[in-house]
């Protein structure tokens, strides 16, 4: 984004600078990194960095608005509501394109947002190792808001932890060791020292949960939830005899699963913003958009991007049997904004906000990128492409 300091680091960049980098990656969790990472961070100037933390900030003014709860009562599925919700999520996550507008300038627009957890452990270890690797420019940071790797690291623990013993605070996740994001799960556990536990090996004893260490039984005060609970209701045949976790149980989590639902794409259609594309429910669409061509379809209800119809058309809509469950939001035109050797790639940029007990509203702290040269950002529309994947966005401070 950045056109002279794009020039400078493609001239320098070699495969084998590459390939070293990727063993220095993979050294310390060899064969854990299951997902493909970029060749290059994304190098954002502070106008664009600024149009960034506009858009989310206006955001977090509808969360922390009086009614949100009463807005979003309706997004926690019926029955999934899961008690002892908490005033507020711990971390949100806002997904940013790198679009084009119709004058040709280059805005960011949201894609989606989530109150839950996302890679905060491996995006300490994976910039330092970059740095290592690469010549990062003097000026440039991938954390925000005054944060670097101490204090980022020191408010994610006092978030997660709380005043709780670490043997008493646990990663939870479902069989998380076959997870793709298991790479985050370790980072996370090498910096905070909590547990990695798997939602399999619970035990509940009435309200109390507890999980084995070396033959003796823990009691489990506070939770760090990584289970996707829409990912768990598809799972929970196949799963067996596992502990009800959505019961009322004498436990904390951080988040509540119930923000989740709440801060997701299911809050879309309440945001009124530049930067936000126009999003609609579809149970509440009673007129089809004479442009249906340039809307999304999206499941409210889903991960990784699935069930997502990119081209909408109207037997696609007729197809839906539960429309309260799906949302209508305007296509945005991602920028070819990365120069690579071969063809541009296309841009997200996810940042983080942490919310500590006590504040009044979360921070802006640190980031992930995506590369992509696919039809969307992901995996499976980018098999077999250089210069996709993982990355992060270093911001001109």
């Known amino acids: 984004m950045i056109n002279d300091l794009r020039v400078h680091y493609n001239q320098s960049f070699t495969q084998e600078k590459y390939q070293d980098f990727l063993d220095d990656l993979n050294s310390k969790y060899p064969g854990d990194i299951l997902f493909r990472m970029a060749e290059t961070p994304i190098f954002i100037p502070k106008d664009f960095t600024k149009k960034i933390i506009d858009a989310c900030e206006a955001i977090v003014d509808v969360i922390i608005a009086d009614n949100f709860k009463t807005i979003t009562a309706s997004a926690i599925p019926q029955g999934e509501a899961v008690p002892n919700e908490n005033n507020h999520t711990d971390f949100i996550a806002f997904d940013f394109g790198i679009c ?3 004058a040709g300038e280059l805005e960011p627009q949201l894609i989606e947002m989530q109150g839950f957890p996302t890679l905060f452990g491996f995006q300490i270890y994976y910039p330092e190792v970059l740095k290592n690797n690469f010549e990062i420019p003097e000026g440039f940071d991938n954390y925000l808001n005054g944060y670097n790797k101490e204090s980022y690291t020191q408010l994610l623990k006092e978030i997660i932890i709380g005043k709780h013993d670490i043997e008493n605070v646990i990663l939870l996740e479902i069989n998380p060791h076959e997870q793709k994001t ?3 799960f370790y980072c996370t556990q090498d910096y905070l020292g909590i547990p990695i536990v798997s939602l399999t090996d619970l035990i509940k004893e009435g309200k109390k949960l507890y999980y084995m260490n070396e033959g003796k039984k823990i009691p489990v005060k506070r939770i760090y939830n990584r289970v996707i609970f829409d990912e768990l209701l598809q799972q929970k045949e196949k799963l067996g ?3 009800d976790i959505t019961g009322d149980l004498e436990v904390e ?13 299911f809050t879309l259609p309440f ?5 936000v594309p126009e999003t609609f429910f579809l149970s509440e669409v009673k007129q089809l958009p004479h442009d249906l061509e340039n809307f999304v379809l999206k499941p409210l209800f889903s991960f990784a991007g699935q069930g997502v119809i990119i081209d909408v ?3 696609d809509i007729d197809k839906v049997k539960d429309p309260a469950n799906w949302i209508l939001q305007r296509k945005v035109k991602y920028a070819d904004v990365i120069i690579t050797p071969n063809i541009p790639a296309k841009a997200e940029i996810r940042i983080f906000y942490f919310w500590k007990k006590g504040e009044s509203r979360p921070v802006p702290v640190n980031n992930l ?3 992509s040269k696919g039809k ?9 492409k250089d210069w996709v994947g993982g990355s992060v966005a270093f911001f001109e401070k």
């Open 100 to 102: 084009e507008n119709k």
């Open 182 to 184: 298991r790479i985050d």
């Open 241 to 243: 005899d596992i502990v």
């Open 253 to 265: 989590w951080v988040p509540h699963p119930n923000w989740f639902y709440r801060i997701s794409k």
């Open 271 to 275: 945001i009124k913003h530049p930067y």
């Open 313 to 315: 058309t109207k037997s």
């Open 369 to 371: 990128a995506r590369l």
């Open 376 to 384: 969307m950002i992901g995996v499976r529309y980018n098999m077999d």
